[in-house]
Structure formats: structure tokens, C-alpha cells
């Protein structure tokens, strides 16, 4: 299995513009979390999937910050407009319905805005 | 709201010295217990895991963790680190639909 894939891997983009990370889970797992992590913050739960469904988005920062997950296969985080404190690193992971709490990380997407 | 605590922000060891990390969390039910580590540059992965059974959980690259409910704890520890084991570790508690991390340690070993 490749596991969990995110692109890009690297984004930089100016302040304003619109931003999308994608997400591809583990083929079969039922759940999708996107993840935020930084220096100053950690890592914070931003948004999570069950079955293609948000279940908790309370860690969504604001308004400009969207999330979906329009079949099982594919996610998507976009950030419109985009701003110099959304710079971290973002976190897609998988969790399978036959292994209760274990998640599968992917590579993490790096996104500079300048 | 259930949280995870981990005791120490940064520890700093020489090689050979032993590890114990510890990690406590709030709730009172039935849960599942992760230790992922995080080297330089990368992303989570998975050390080991409790879910049941014996509270001595042997995990890779020589890691373990016990269980102590009465103590809401799951310490992790290695007898003996190295440099490779720079990297930064985090305690996770899964309870339900519900999934928490802990704030991180980071460790630096020193050759």
C-alpha cells in the first residue's frame, strides 16, 4: 500500500491567494483528519471525517479555512484568502474501522505564505 | 474536555543513558493508547500501542510503554538511547470517536 498522499509537498504562494492541499487516505480506512503543526502551536486537530461526513471541525481556525471530502478516496483543505499565520505544516492521516485510534500519517504538505 | 499532558517540553540525554517519558491523560473510560514519534523532517509514526491485555507494550526500536490505569498513565521507555532516537514523541489517547494528542517531548540525544 503507499499509504496516505498529500500534494503537493511543498506550496509557496502569496498573501490573499486562494490555497488547496490534497488528501488521498489508505485505501478502506473510514476516517480523515487533517492536522496543522508549528513551532508555537503543535500539532492541532483541525477537522475530521467519518465515512465522507465532518464530524468535528471546531479546530478549524475561521471562515477562511474550508474543508471536504467528496468520496472516500480524496480530501481537500483550502485556505481563501491565504495569510503569513497559515504558514505550517499540514497533516493528512487515515484511520482504518478494524484498527480502533491507530492513524496513518502522510508526508505533511509545507505551506509559506509570504 | 479530555487532554493528554506530557511531562517534560525538551529532554536532553547522552547516548546509553535510559529514557522514560511520561504521559498522563483525563478520561476515566475505556481507552486505547498510542506513542508516535516524529523524527526531523517527518511526519508521525506509530511506536507502539495499547489496547488490551498485558500492560507492558514492547513497540519497535527497542521502546516500550506500560499501562497504569489507576494512574492514567503511559510512560514510555528505552534502556538505553541513541542518537537516532532524536526526534520528537507524542502520547495519544483514543477514547470512542474521539482522538487526542499530547503537547510533544522533544528529545536530543548527544553522541
Known amino acids: 500500500d503507499a499509504g496516505v498522499i498529500q500534494s503537493p509537498r511543498h506550496e509557496v504562494t502569496e498573501m490573499g491567494q486562494e490555497v488547496t492541499l490534497r488528501c488521498k487516505p489508505i485505501?478502506?480506512?473510514?476516517?480523515l483528519f487533517w492536522y496543522r503543526q508549528t513551532m508555537m502551536r503543535g500539532l492541532e486537530l483541525l477537522i475530521y471525517?467519518?465515512?465522507?461526513?465532518?464530524?468535528?471541525d471546531s479546530g478549524m481556525p475561521e471562515d477562511r479555512f474550508s474543508a471536504k471530502m467528496p468520496n472516500a478516496s480524496f480530501s481537500t483543505l483550502k485556505i481563501q484568502p491565504s495569510e503569513p499565520r497559515d504558514s505550517a505544516v499540514y497533516f493528512c492521516?487515515?484511520?482504518?474501522?478494524?484498527?480502533?485510534?491507530?492513524?496513518?500519517f502522510g508526508p505533511g504538505t509545507r505551506l509559506t505564505v509570504t | 474536555a479530555q487532554s493528554v499532558s506530557q511531562h517534560n517540553h525538551h529532554v536532553i540525554l547522552s547516548e546509553a543513558a535510559s529514557l522514560e517519558l511520561g504521559c498522563n491523560y483525563s478520561?476515566?473510560?475505556?481507552?486505547?493508547l498510542f506513542w508516535y514519534v516524529q523524527y526531523p523532517g517527518q511526519h508521525l509514526q506509530l511506536l507502539l500501542k495499547?489496547?488490551?491485555?498485558?500492560?507492558l507494550v514492547k513497540g519497535i526500536k527497542g521502546f516500550e510503554a506500560e499501562f497504569i490505569k489507576s494512574k492514567f498513565s503511559f510512560n514510555l521507555r528505552k534502556p538505553s538511547v541513541q542518537w537516532s532516537d532524536t526526534a520528537e514523541y507524542f502520547c495519544?489517547?483514543?477514547?470512542?470517536?474521539?482522538?487526542?494528542f499530547g503537547p510533544g517531548t522533544r528529545l536530543s540525544v548527544l553522541p
Open positions: 471525517f467519518n465515512n465522507n461526513v465532518p464530524i468535528d
Open positions: 495519544a489517547v483514543n477514547y470512542g470517536q474521539n482522538f487526542v
Open positions: 495499547y489496547f488490551s491485555g498485558d500492560p
Open positions: 478520561y476515566g473510560g475505556t481507552v486505547n
Open positions: 492521516a487515515s484511520r482504518g474501522q478494524g484498527a480502533p485510534g491507530e492513524q496513518y
Open positions: 485505501s478502506g480506512h473510514n476516517s
